[in-house]
């Protein structure tokens, strides 16, 4: 283990090797970002889960709308999944089929969450003091905001990839482009399946003893 | 990690790859107003935390004049003391204390003690100081709008916060709760930019076990933040919607002014959780980057390598994540499964291992040190004075039953002002003290510092130690008046008194540093480059201050770790990072002859 207060008087200079990291500061900073969202979410499921247990909870009916909307999302996470193969293998009329595919997938899904929102809100039922409710527009809207976010960072990619461009920071833009919409699509997987289909979070609670 | 060995004598590879993509203004606003220099930006930070700090200090005076001196203050009513009190907690903590040791300190210091040329993200940087700017002006916004600021405690506990009869509730605590949402943002930009700094700029030579404590307080602070602000971000979102769109995520079915309300089915408590998820940390997130300063400030005064090295990084790291998971313990009053009250208090009072860790190597790198009682240093003891009596009371209040009775007494104000005010604050002016040489190229007048640090050390005192007695007493916290109570005895209102008077002097003090900052700038002994004799990198610039790009032509390379001083039978007593073996060896020697 290294022993910072060893001091160094001989001839011979100790270096350690070049510790610079080979990746692009950009892509540590993605991963940072990440886990700062991964809690925010984290947090939200959690909040979901402590109201859930109290006695007076009401669940809302789940729009059938969103199961679409999930397939909508998977495949633009593929589509950019196929440009990443794609600009790895400089094939780069693949790498814009599958970014344009990708970023035309996720503004349908958006237009489709937008689609549910109405769905809800047409019901009879309709309530917004119901916290499920709530929680609902709450947790489909920050994940929403944050593939609008991701939007722009596609669209800055996408207005680069004609003509002339870098080709090394084209290709690091759409690996991160890729991760940022895998993660997104986790993220969703795990709030959808959790909350807002089936009964999946009140059988975890009841399998934790908390309902 | 394996080491490469180089003969000094043979070509040792360049420290620098690359040239870091640098934004080189030439106009006087693109220098010093849309800067992308994180030196610039720091002082930017600073300048704006300091001038809403003064705000929130003046808001203390009027809280004091109205508790020493009931009844004698007609502009202080009982909203307005409310509002005094919630606007000077939230400033103090948020506003000041970490956007200050982040934004201010850590950008001034992280690419300089690392030897980086500046941040990874300089735009964003520069964008992340903008967004903090909007979210002060929000909050300053939300004095002069009609009903005022929001008045329900720094906590903003729901449901009282939003409803009316609060101060506050109509605009006050909209723009509060969009205000620390931008603050949020702009933190959130700031912090990715220190955390990838320090993984992927630090110069050749400079491992992540050679890096100075206060870099290291800074990153793990950073980390934090970035981690527990989050909690707060989706709190303040969730009660705008319960403010603004009728939904229900923490107000209950409920009552107000004689009227049903139409909120249903929320949970009070769930936002105490969320708020405290982050307020927990925030603690640490203001105490790590102190922690980190304070030691490197002994050690470079004591003229002695800090003691424990390892073990002051480590510490930092258990200190913050142990951080995570004492939140409930401001909640035992809440009400709480009695199991759960354990294991918080149990989380609680772990902390105290690794805090006790840094508390005595603190001491023992005093001990039998060359202490020079300079006014950093003076700072920096007063520091750990008054951390260990904040930390100490802080056991109490861990323990469930102590602090059931001691629960919104002043007992409470006075651990946290101890523990988390002045504590940090101390460190703050110390850090303000050693590095002005360094950011102005002038040394602050050494007379004006001391009477600055004695009438604050000793007048905080004066302050907070009397405030233990009346949290015994069960004077409640928060109160506007206290009335004639039958267990708060005459005494208790001279006690009150007497911290009021001491509270006004020690908040005059400060004009003392204040015109000390702008006296020194233009009349200050000049500095020179390295007038603490330090060994850090940012003393090794070949400019005071530092221009743009900080280290001339080529990167330092770092030899050694930042705490080489008084090395027997070195020719001076410090040893900079970026001096080369061989240059101390022939020092030897020569001495030796």
């Known amino acids: ?211 | 990690m394996a080491y490469v060995a180089h003969d000094e004598s043979a070509y040792i590879p360049p420290a620098e790859v690359e040239e870091v993509e640098l934004y080189h203004p030439k106009t006087f606003i693109g220098k010093y107003i849309w800067s992308q220099d994180a030196k610039v930006i720091a002082i930017q930070y600073a300048i704006t935390a300091i001038a809403i700090g003064l705000v929130a200090l003046v808001l203390s005076g009027v809280m004091r004049l109205q508790l020493g001196f009931p009844d004698t203050f007609s502009f202080i009513s009982p909203g307005n003391y409310l509002q005094a009190v919630t606007m000077h907690g939230m400033i103090m903590v948020i506003y000041l204390l970490t956007a200050l040791f982040l934004g201010g300190f850590g950008n001034y210091l992280i690419p300089l003690m690392i030897g980086a040329r500046d941040m990874v993200f300089p735009y964003v940087k520069m964008v992340s100081y903008w967004v903090y700017l909007f979210a002060v002006l929000l909050l300053v916004a939300s004095f002069f709008v009609p009903g005022g600021p929001t008045g329900s405690g720094w906590t903003l506990y729901p449901p009282q916060s939003i409803l009316p009869g609060t101060p506050g509730s109509d605009a006050g605590i909209v723009l509060m709760l969009v205000s620390l949402a931008f603050f949020i943002i702009g933190f959130t930009m700031g912090g990715l930019n220190y955390v990838v700094t320090v993984l992927q700029l630090r110069t050749r030579g400079m491992t992540l076990m050679r890096m100075p404590l206060t870099v290291w307080g800074i990153f793990t602070a950073t980390v934090l933040a970035l981690l527990a602000f989050p909690a707060l971000f989706v709190s303040a979102v969730m009660m705008l919607l319960d403010r603004l769109l009728g939904t229900s995520f923490f107000m209950p079915a409920i009552m107000s002014l004689g009227q049903q309300l139409e909120h249903n089915g929320g949970s009070p408590v769930l936002f105490q959780h969320l708020f405290w998820f982050f307020g927990h940390p925030e603690v640490y997130i203001v105490a790590l980057p102190a922690f980190g300063i304070v030691s490197d400030l002994i050690s470079v005064h004591a003229r002695k390598n800090i003691f424990g090295y390892r073990m002051m990084v480590w510490a930092i790291i258990a200190i913050g994540g142990l951080s995570f998971v004492v939140w409930a313990h401001h909640m035992y009053v809440s009400g709480m499964n009695p199991y759960f009250g354990f294991f918080f208090a149990t989380t609680t009072l772990i902390i105290a291992v690794p805090t006790a860790i840094k508390v005595y190597n603190w001491v023992l790198t005093l001990w039998r040190g060359n202490i020079h009682l300079t006014v950093p240093m003076l700072f920096a003891i007063g520091f750990v004075f008054t951390f260990i009596n904040g930390g100490l009371t802080g056991l109490f209040l861990g323990n469930v039953v102590v602090d059931l009775p001691l629960s919104d007494t002043y007992f409470v104000v006075a651990h946290f002002h101890m523990v988390m005010a002045v504590s940090p604050i101390l460190v703050v002016f110390g850090a303000i003290y050693h590095w002005y040489p360094k950011i102005t190229g002038r040394m602050l007048n050494d007379t004006m510092g001391k009477t600055h640090f004695w009438i604050t050390f000793v007048g905080t005192y004066a302050i907070y130690y009397p405030m233990h007695y009346l949290g015994i007493l069960g004077v409640p916290r928060r109160y506007y008046a206290l009335g004639t109570t039958d267990f708060i005895p005459d005494s208790a209102h001279s006690v009150n008194a007497a911290i009021t008077i001491a509270a006004l002097i020690v908040g005059a003090a400060q004009i003392i540093f204040l015109y000390n900052l702008v006296w020194s700038y233009f009349n200050g002994k000049r500095a020179g480059g390295n007038p603490w004799r330090a060994t850090t990198l940012e003393w090794q610039t070949s400019d005071t201050p530092p221009k743009h790009g900080n280290f001339g032509s080529t990167l330092p390379l770092v030899y050694r770790w930042a705490y080489d001083y008084s090395v027997p039978g070195a020719k001076e007593d410090f040893i900079p990072q970026n001096v080369p073996p061989a240059k101390v060896a022939a020092a030897k020697d020569k001495n030796k002859k």
């Open chain 1, 1 to 211: 283990m290294e022993k910072p207060w060893a001091t160094e008087t001989g001839s011979v200079v100790r270096l350690p090797p070049w510790s610079r990291s080979p990746h692009p500061p950009a892509r540590t900073a993605l991963r940072m970002f990440l886990a700062v969202v991964a809690v925010l979410f984290m947090l939200m499921i959690v909040a979901y889960g402590d109201r859930m247990v109290f006695p007076d909870w009401r669940p809302t009916p789940q729009p059938a709308l969103l199961w679409t909307n999930t397939w909508v999302l998977i495949f633009a996470s593929l589509a950019f999944q196929w440009a990443r193969f794609a600009v790895r293998r400089n094939r780069i009329d693949g790498m814009r089929v599958g970014l344009l595919a990708g970023g035309a997938a996720t503004i349908v899904f958006l237009v489709g969450q937008i689609l549910a929102w109405q769905q809800l809100q047409a019901m009879e039922f309709f309530d917004i003091s119901n916290p499920a409710v709530a929680f609902f527009y709450l947790i489909t809207g920050i994940h929403g905001l944050h593939l609008v976010g991701g939007l722009v960072a596609w669209v800055r990619t996408v207005a680069r990839v004609w003509g002339d461009f870098d080709a090394a920071r084209i290709r690091r833009n759409v690996e991160l482009c890729t991760t940022y919409w895998h993660f997104l699509l986790v993220i969703w997987l795990i709030v959808f399946g959790l909350l807002f289909t089936g009964d999946n979070l009140n059988i975890v609670l009841k399998f934790c003893g908390l309902r």
